[in-house]
């Protein structure tokens, strides 16, 4: 006890006995004034105190509560920069604004704010500045009432330009902050576990079509996930990421050569999610987006990206809004999980036209197909409404069905990228799904499909087992007497095709199909230099039993039937880059022009 009563007495005679020496030294050298405060009681918070004292001298922070901190922060350390009462204000600034003037532009009343309330603020906080960043509205501004129009993506542009030489990526891709971004689209729509994902697989191109070789058939029973396509450059598979390295070995004791057209599936999924922006357009070949089709008042749709099942339905409410004396809304049918299925006419009334019947979107993971027909419906619509429209055109019932399968498609945007059927649910094996265009009456069951309700190529349990079928079937049936054409888009493979496409047989019409056919492709030609392939469903992507082409063939015997396969021819396969939707949007309203021109 004694000694330890003398320990305390040196230190605190040692530290009385330096404090004169210090007083004219370096402040560093001050051991009193280490807490750079000028209150006498914390220079000695020990003294008299014990322990207890001492270990809040050496370690402040863990003695102090939640609510003294920044107080004794402030106390101890006199180059501490307190931010209490400072605000972090988040600003929406609208990049469709027009100025009206000069002085009153977007830019003049962003830099007038800064001025005025970024440096010194009038809110009593003059020392503190004020934090601006953007995202949501600002209310309540009296001196700026239109402040919550700016536009400020232009200071995140020269942001991101300014450091675009220090690597060869695209650093647009990383802005977080903005809502069209990458890491903005996927935390909105693919943020939750139950999100499949597909890191490391591989699409691969093997150069070779003929299906009956042995080695080819046990490379695709061994290491391909999935055959998405076959078209006349070869054969596209899905290799699942743990098969890999043993396909590559494969290969190298074959004779086929093959090309990997994307490397990560799971990266190729992140580019589906993007937006175009404004950047990016004016580089696109092609694509002009002030086009009017593309800008209607009110429409959810942009065709910058890929939208969601309600985005479609709200484009067709708007379309009705817009052209009330065009257009009607029909209800067809409706899913297992109580989506409808709305078919949209539009029509000048005459009961003497030819009807069309046009659908999209029949498996879940082809996005393009309902963008590019919701495209060709804008632009058709619109031309319509301002006198432009061809007389061709005019004179036939036009029935869009944009999305076949709304089940499938919204759960392909949320859960599973490359989910292709539908989603009913098989008690006996636990799987989802049976393939809508496996599950017509013609043909239905044979080579090309599968009973097994776990495989995407699940015919289901029997014909028109479905919903979705079983609407389009109804209501095909109702104008079999003057349906004159029906044209199915999808993806991918650019090629336009009619039946069978369950056997190797020519239909009565064989010659119109394929003089149409030709016109539409040499369109496309003059168009923007798209090359498409044509020929029998069977020849072109071999067997595909119980397809709505064909079953509307047998069954109804209007004068064209066609499957149009939009792009690409493998590069991306199902998983096209929301660039490509104005060019695939044109191609589609190029064929269905086709269709009205030839139709008589």
Known sequence: MRCAYAAWAAIYVCLTWTQPMVASASKRYDLLSYPRTRDTLVRLPFFGGGVTQLLRYLRPMEQAGKGRRSALRSALDENYVSYRGAQLWKLNFNGTRRPIDADNSADAQFNQFVEKFGVLSSSGYSNVPLILWRSVNVSGLATLPDLWMLNGSELYEATFESLQWLVPTDLRRFDFISPGSTYQINRRYRNDASVHRYYGYQLWKLHETRLVQPKLRAFIRHFGSEVWNVNQDGIDILVEHKNVEAAQQYMEKTAFSYNIMIDDIETAIDETYTEVSDIDAADILGANYSLPWLNREGSLLTWRRYHDQADIQQFLQNILETHSDLAEIIQIGITRNKRPLEVIRVSNGNPKNWAVFVDAGMQARDWLSPAALTYAISKLTWLWGQGRAEKSMRHIDWYFL??????????????????????????????????????????WGQAGSTSNPCKNLYHGAKSFSEPETRAMRNFLLGMRDYLGAYVSFGGYGQAVTYPWGDADFLTPNQRELRHTARQAILNFRRLNHAEYSLGSSYRQKLARPGNAADWVQDRIEPQFVYNVFLKDQGRYGYLMPPQYIPESGEEAFEFIRTIAQQLQ
Not at 406 to 430: A, F, H, I, V
């Open 402 to 443: 944009p999305l076949a399968n709304p089940d499938g498609y919204q759960y392909s945007r949320l859960t599973d990228r490359l989910w292709t059927k539908n989603r009913n649910y098989d008690s006996e094996s636990g799987c989802y799904g049976v393939n809508l265009d496996r599950n017509f009456d013609y043909a």
